[in-house]
């Protein structure tokens, strides 16, 4: 079933220069660029965006971090697009992610973790109203 999803290069990815090989990955797999742009979430932004966390300890961090730096935002389409993302994103701390995922070859961290992806359809639109309009 083709669909849309959305994904994040976080700050440092982009600061270590992954941007390039992470959207190759996406490419390479069958997925379609829809949108593309590099931006520096504003703090409120990065609030909205990560609302569903809002009352995590981790909270704090993670807004803290994801305004750290620019990003690169994506929107691709294509086959089972939402789940078979997050399959080739891998496990959220990078450091048991599989080798073979884009944080198990690329990452260690936890707020650190080079990616994020949307878990849901309903997560897509809402991510995608934040980011592209
Ligand atoms: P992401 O996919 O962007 O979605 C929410 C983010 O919260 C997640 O990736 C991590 O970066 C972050 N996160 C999850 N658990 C923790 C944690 N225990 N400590 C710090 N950050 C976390």
Do not use: C, W
């Not at 490419?27 to 379609?32: A, N, P, V």
């Not at 884009?102 to 309903?122: T, V």
Request: hydrophobic share 45%; glycine share 8%; no cysteine.
């Amino acid at each position: 079933m083709t669909e849309q999803t959305l994904f994040i290069v976080k700050p440092d990815a982009v600061a270590r220069h992954l941007v390039g090989q992470i959207i190759a990955r996406f490419e390479t797999k069958g997925f379609k660029l829809i949108k593309l742009k590099m931006f520096t979430f504003t703090k409120s932004q990065a609030q909205e965006f990560y609302s569903v966390h809002s009352s995590k300890p981790f909270f704090g961090e993670l807004v803290d971090f994801i305004t750290s730096g620019p990003v690169v935002v994506a929107i691709i389409e294509g086959n089972n697009a939402v789940a078979t993302t997050r399959i080739l994103v891998g496990a959220t701390k990078s450091y048991e992610a599989a080798p073979g995922s884009i944080r198990g070859d690329f990452g260690l961290g936890i707020s650190d973790n080079i990616i994020h992806a949307s878990d849901s359809k309903d997560n897509f639109e809402k991510e995608a109203k934040v980011v592209f309009e």
